[in-house]
Nanobody, 120 residues
Framework: QVQLVEPGGGLVQPGGPLRLSCAAS????????MGWYRQALGKQRELVTS???????NYADSVKGRFTISRDNAKNTVYLQMNSLKPEDTDVYYC??????????????WGQGTQVTVSS
C-alpha cells in the first residue's frame, strides 16, 4: 500500500508565499512523475505542475514564473513553492505520484488534498 501525505496549506495574503510538501510512503519500488493538481468546488481537477524523476518540469501557464516544483528522490517527497499568490490560486491542492510497487506496472496515487486560501 502506498500513501501520499501532504501537510501544509492554509491562509495567505495576496502576494505572499506558501510552500507545500507531499511525502510518499509504503511499498515503493520506484516513483515516476510527481505533480500537483488543484480543484475548486464544482470544477474539474487541473494540473498545476509536474516533475519527472530526472527533474524535467512542466507548468500551467497560469503559474509560470510564480510556482516552482522540486523533489527529493531520496525522501520520496515533492514540494511546491508558491510565490506571488493571487486570490484565484485559492483551491484544494492535491499531490499525485506514479508509483511502482514492483518491477512492472505502476499506478497513480493521490494525496488527501490541502486547502490553500489567498485572501486579505
Amino acid at each position: 500500500q502506498v500513501q501520499l501525505v501532504e501537510p501544509g496549506g492554509g491562509l495567505v495574503q495576496p502576494g505572499g508565499p506558501l510552500r507545500l510538501s507531499c511525502a510518499a510512503s509504503g511499498s515503493i519500488f520506484s516513483i515516476g512523475v510527481m505533480g500537483w493538481y488543484r480543484q475548486a468546488l464544482g470544477k474539474q481537477r487541473e494540473l498545476v505542475t509536474s516533475i519527472t524523476n530526472a527533474g524535467t518540469t512542466n507548468y500551467a501557464d497560469s503559474v509560470k514564473g510564480r510556482f516552482t516544483i522540486s523533489r527529493d528522490n531520496a525522501k520520496n517527497t515533492v514540494y511546491l513553492q508558491m510565490n506571488s499568490l493571487k486570490p484565484e490560486d485559492t483551491d484544494v491542492y492535491y499531490c499525485n505520484a506514479n508509483v511502482r510497487t514492483g518491477l512492472v506496472g505502476g499506478r497513480d496515487y493521490w494525496g488527501q488534498g490541502t486547502q490553500v486560501t489567498v485572501s486579505s
